[in-house]
Structures are given as C-alpha cells and as structure tokens.
C-alpha cells in the first residue's frame, strides 16, 4: 500500500505569510506525528495526534503553528506570520494504534519550507 | 527530559571495513531506542529497534545495534560496509510512556564509503 505522503514536496514563501503543509498518513494509522528537521540536525518533534485530538502540542515553538486533524486522516500544519528562522524540513510521520508494544513510525518524504 | 548524544558528525570508511556508528542516550525510564536511516531525498527509515528483552538487536541490511544500560549506549555496527550504505544515520529514544511514542533523535552521523 502507499506510504506517507506529504504535500507540496517544496515550498517558498515571503516573510510574513501564511502557508499549510499536508500530510496523508498510512490508511488505518490512528496516531500521526509531526517533526521538524533544521540544516544539520536531526528531527525535533512538534505534535503528536491521537485520532482527532492533539495529545501532545508541547513541541510547537509558538502559537504561529498550529496544526489540525478533523476527520482522523490527513493532518494540516499552518504556520502564520512565517519567518526565515521556520525554514527547515517538516516531516510527518504515522504508526499504528500505540499502547500494544512499541509501534514503528513511518515517514514522509517531507516538505521542504523556504521562507524567503 | 530525553536526550541523544551521536558522537561524530561525519564517518568514513573503506568498502569491506567495519562500520562503528557511536549512540549514547539519557533517559529517566527504561528507554526504546531505535536507529533510523535517510539517504538523500528520502524519508527516515527503520533500521533496527530495542524495547525489551535480548540486547542485541539485528536490523535490516545486515546492520545491528546492542543495548548497554552501564553505559547508556546503542551503537550501531555492520561488519562490512557496502557503498549503498552512504547516508545520515540517526539515533532516537521514545520514553514507555504507551499512547505517546514521540522520538528524540540525535543531530545524525553522516557516513562516507570510500571505494
């Protein structure tokens, strides 16, 4: 089946705008992962999704982010007002249901953020 | 708070050598730990991962990884490296805190195969 999907694979945006990255998860994963990957790092986690809800917000590193899952499925990260300093690689990530044994994360190519 | 400590940013070794990827963790629970692989333009991959039970863990491509709690290691190994394993290796820890697994990883090790 296919993987995870994220959309657009490149984004360049001015200072100050708005812009949405999309994530499709594995059909059936319940739980959904963001990260964020900066030049030479390695990933940061930003928010993780139980179903619907946002479990764990505790990564997102100010209320320019936000991220949504109405339906369960695909999850939409919206960053306001952007500034250069968000430029990095946002990564999406899915497993199935946790909390029976350790579950893999599956990610996504990503979607490479270029504020300009 | 969960921490990863990737000792070198940069490895090289010949084709055929031992390739040593160094991994030391800090964790206040009984860590799960896991080595994920990204070559150029793609997605993280699992290579291998430990949660419970025997400490040395076999991965795919003939990659493995031991857990040594004394020492709050997890480095990974391959007896014979193969040009195909150039990429950026990554370390990660996920507390056992069941319904939220959320990975710390490390900055990465990027590997060099020289021919």
């Known amino acids: 089946g296919a993987g995870v999907s994220q959309t657009p694979s490149n984004k360049v945006t001015e200072k100050g705008k708005y812009v949405e990255l999309r994530c499709d998860p594995i059909?059936?994963?319940?739980?959904l992962y963001w990260y964020r990957q900066s030049l030479g790092q390695g990933p940061e986690f930003l928010i993780y999704?139980?179903?619907?809800?946002?479990?764990?917000d505790s990564g997102l590193p100010n209320d320019r982010f936000f991220a949504v899952r109405p339906e369960g499925s695909v999850s939409t990260l919206k960053i306001q007002r952007t500034e250069r300093g968000d430029s990095a690689v946002y990564l999406c990530?899915?497993?199935?249901?946790?909390?029976?044994?350790?579950?893999?994360?599956?990610f996504g190519p990503g979607t490479r953020l270029t504020v300009t | 708070a969960q921490s990863v400590t990737q000792l070198g940013s940069h490895v090289s070794v010949s084709e055929g050598a031992l390739v040593l990827l160094r991994c030391n963790y800090s964790?206040?629970?009984?860590?799960?730990l896991f080595w994920y692989v990204q070559y150029p333009n793609q997605g993280l991959q699992l290579l291998l991962k430990?949660?419970?039970?025997?400490?040395l863990v076999k991965g795919i491509n003939g990659f493995e990884a031991e857990f040594k709690k004394s020492e709050t290691s997890f480095h990974l190994t391959k007896p014979s490296a193969h040009m195909s394993d150039a990429a950026e290796y990554f370390c990660?820890?996920?507390?056992?805190?069941?319904?939220?697994?959320?990975?710390?990883f490390g900055t990465g090790t990027r590997l060099t195969i020289i021919p």
């Open positions: 430990y949660t419970t039970g025997a400490t």
């Open positions: 964790s206040s629970v009984p860590p799960y």
């Open positions: 990530a899915s497993s199935s249901t946790p909390g029976q044994g350790v579950s893999e994360q599956y």
């Open positions: 059909s059936g994963h319940t739980a």
């Open positions: 990660a820890v996920s507390d056992t805190n069941f319904g939220n697994e959320k990975l710390t």
């Open positions: 999704f139980q179903g619907t809800g946002a479990a764990d």
